[in-house]
């Protein structure tokens, strides 16, 4: 089409040329130059500098304007994406209520789901209040964070200036992580534990301890990122936090009435496996928030990272379904739901550094570990009706582990020597040691004033009914001796 106006234009400057020679008219340049000769010529020539000068200012407008632009628009396409996976993490709570009622008996349901979705409330509280401020205060040190208490700081009281997040969307994504610290708990010290020391418990976890050992490895100025310990999402930071606070609560509590006699363990199944399935089916779900999520931009390392996070979680259930059928001649469905959550909570340090045949490994072995880690804490009578502690706490030094030894960067089978495993048995062991020490004192103090367990009597009643006063399936069993003839 533009050639074809070119060449019409062509052939009527032609005619418009003999029509000017046809009436005697000066030919064009003969004109021009007879205009600027008369006009002092020269001064034209100056006009062509400036016409240059701005073109050129008009060009680098235009193109900061589109710079501009574009750093607004990958601005806001951070905050969405990060805001979603904020949302995924949330949904998380009802993948691990639904999973812990199904794993516990049917006169504990009520009790288990009231406490996962109140602990998220009191959670988001605390951690705005205080807990956000310890974690990410910049006013702190290399130990613990301080100032912007409430939310009230600007993007440099969190270390968030230069950065593309907004204050509130990285609140709501670290304030899920942290309840779901909080949650892990739960399902270990399930079906015993009074529900207001467990409410207290998770406020005291989630504003103290957990954003203190955050602290050393998430932020600017941590101690030990600055010795070069890794943990992208939370193996160890979320994971095994939560798993060391469960397994202090599960001893200090003690099994629950029947669990162990004789000398043998007793089964206690669960009352719905199809309800615990569907837990974990929300909860590897949420996964793509969590671990995707936390490269905090929409960038193109996030589907590669729900690529490694979903070939570990495939290859944890497998290996703990083989290992369970190897172990007991019968595919677990429990070990199952285990195994994909042991390799979930495995690769969630390394998803961004590691290879997918890494992430292939990763969760194999995990969901190795959980079997037997289950029948281990058995063995020495940690009741644990969920296997929260193999899952989180076991799989969660497992992981961590795991990025000294897969990492592509600095992974000792990656030609990186030791010390990425140096560092990382480092942040394990110190924000293990932490998180015992810590836990350790909240027990004991509840313990000692309000006392953590519930009645022989409360318990084998259920808790849904001494603790709440009603029943999760009213109505739905009914007593049939007194329907006479009825058949």
């Not at 959670?123 to 130990?143: D, E, H, R, Y």
């Not at 907004?166 to 609140?171: E, L």
């Not at 009074?194 to 050393?216: E, Q, R």
């Not at 990492?407 to 140096?422: H, N, P, R």
Request: charged fraction near 10%.
């Amino acid at each position: 089409m533009s050639r074809l106006v070119l060449r019409k234009g062509n052939r009527s400057r032609k005619r418009r040329s003999s029509s000017f020679w046809n009436s005697n008219v000066p030919p064009i340049s003969e004109a021009v130059q007879s205009y600027f000769g008369k006009r002092n010529g020269w001064q034209w020539v100056a006009c062509i500098p400036l016409a240059l000068g701005i073109l050129a200012i008009w060009g680098v407008s235009a193109y900061a304007q589109d710079e501009i632009a574009a750093a607004d628009v990958q601005a806001v396409l951070d905050n969405i994406f990060v805001f979603i996976a904020a949302v995924l993490v949330i949904f998380m709570n009802a993948g691990f209520g639904m999973l812990e009622t199904g794993f516990c008996r049917q006169k504990n349901a009520v009790n288990i789901l009231s406490k996962n979705l109140i602990v998220f409330g009191l959670a988001v509280l605390a951690f705005w209040a205080i807990g956000f401020s310890l974690m990410f205060g910049a006013t702190g040190n290399g130990f613990i964070g301080g100032g912007g208490w409430f939310l009230t700081g600007g993007p440099e009281a969190y270390g968030l200036d230069g950065g593309t997040l907004t204050i509130d969307t990285f609140f709501l994504f670290q304030s899920a992580f942290a309840a779901t610290a909080a949650t892990i708990v739960s399902g270990a010290v399930a079906e015993r534990i009074k529900f207001n020391d467990f409410l207290i418990f998770s406020i005291l976890l989630v504003g103290i301890s957990y954003p203190i050992t955050g602290h050393w490895v998430w932020t600017g100025d941590g101690w030990l990122g600055a010795a070069g310990f890794s943990d992208f999402a939370g193996s160890t930071v979320v994971h095994s936090v939560g798993g060391w606070a469960a397994l202090m609560g599960a001893a200090f509590l003690g099994p629950r009435v029947g669990k162990y006699q004789d000398g043998r363990v007793n089964a206690i199944p669960g009352h719905n496996m199809g309800i615990a399935m569907l837990g974990c089916l929300i909860l590897w779900i949420g996964w793509y928030g969590f671990n995707p999520g936390s490269q905090l931009a929409a960038d193109a390392a996030v589907p590669f990272i729900a690529v490694t996070t979903t070939l570990a979680a495939a290859a944890g259930g497998v290996a703990a379904t083989f290992t369970a059928w190897v172990l007991s001649g019968k595919p677990d469905l429990s070990m199952i739901i285990n195994g994909i959550l042991a390799g979930l909570v495995g690769i969630t340090a390394g998803c961004a550094g590691v290879n997918y045949l890494g992430a292939v490994i990763i969760g194999l072995i995990a969901g190795v570990i959980v079997v037997f880690s289950v029948g281990f804490f058995d063995s020495i009578k940690i009741d644990d009706p969920v296997g929260a502690i193999s899952v989180h706490l076991v799989n969660g030094i497992w992981g961590t582990l795991a990025v000294g030894l897969f990492a592509t960067e600095g992974g000792l089978f990656f030609g990186g020597g030791f010390a990425q495993l140096g560092a990382q048995i480092l942040g394990i062991l110190s924000i293990g040691l932490f998180t015992v020490i810590t836990s350790t004192i909240f027990w004991l103090v509840l313990k000692a004033t309000l006392g953590i367990r519930v009645s022989p009597e409360e318990e084998m009643k259920g808790l849904d009914i001494s603790e709440h006063g009603m029943e999760a399936y009213s109505g739905f069993l009914k007593d049939t001796s007194d329907m006479g003839g009825v058949s």
